[in-house]
């Protein structure tokens, strides 16, 4: 609802939607708090940093000099808002088809879980984002699923994207409890072996 309600609008908007008390898509005790009261204190400055990652540029340079232009206005001994789960958000927001809001610690606890080296900081929402087309392979042909997604979506938009984080999201309570691990290690495999992924 919260990324539906972001179609089409301004860097400003969004920024007001995503940085509320009632989106959680934004860490809030640091790097949200940073970026809220930056807002309501200087909205130019902080929908400038914003907008670089509106750019055409890869999506690693584009994270890059977010960061980095976060930095240059954020008071000293504050925290930076420029970390990439801030960035997924508002990308999400953006182009929610290709894009989908992230948390480290659940693309590390997968990473582990399939057995995947975990990226360095910079590089972890790129990595994510690829490590989830096994993911939306196995969803669309999920006759079920599909329905039931379908039916708690009318009304709103309809991303592939968001719906593979969402079912990630779902099994990630499994990850350290009750499904077998060689369960979704075989699923994700073979989804790699059937449309000839590669990834470093």
């Known amino acids: ?17 995503i940085l509320s008390p009632a989106c959680n898509f934004i860490e809030k005790a640091h790097m949200g708090a ?22 055409d540029k890869p999506l690693r340079q584009r994270i890059s000099e977010f960061r980095d232009a976060a930095k240059t206005i954020t008071p000293e001994g504050t925290t930076s808002f420029g970390d990439e ?17 992230y948390t480290s610690t659940m693309y590390e606890d997968y990473c582990k879980y399939i057995g995947v080296k975990p990226m360095a900081a910079g590089q972890k929402y790129e990595h994510f984002l ?5 993911i939306k392979d196995m969803e669309m042909k999920d006759v079920e699923l599909i329905a039931k997604l379908r039916s708690e979506t009318e009304g709103l938009l309809w991303s592939d994207t ?4 969402d079912v990630l999201w779902q ?4 990850f ?5 691990k060689n369960w979704i290690q075989k699923m994700y495999n073979q989804a790699i ?8």
């Open 1 to 17: 609802k919260v990324i539906a309600s972001c179609q089409g609008k301004s860097t400003e908007d969004i920024l007001g939607i």
């Open 34 to 55: 940073t970026a809220l009261e930056l807002f309501k204190s200087d909205p130019a400055s902080v929908c400038m940093v914003f907008d670089l990652l509106r750019q």
């Open 85 to 101: 789960r801030t960035a997924a958000a508002f990308i999400s927001c953006i182009n929610p088809y290709d894009y989908t809001p």
């Open 130 to 134: 690829s490590l989830l087309a096994p």
């Open 162 to 165: 968001l719906n593979a984080q």
């Open 171 to 174: 099994m990630s309570c499994f």
């Open 176 to 180: 350290r409890d009750s499904m077998p």
């Open 193 to 200: 072996h059937d449309n000839h992924w590669v990834y470093s």
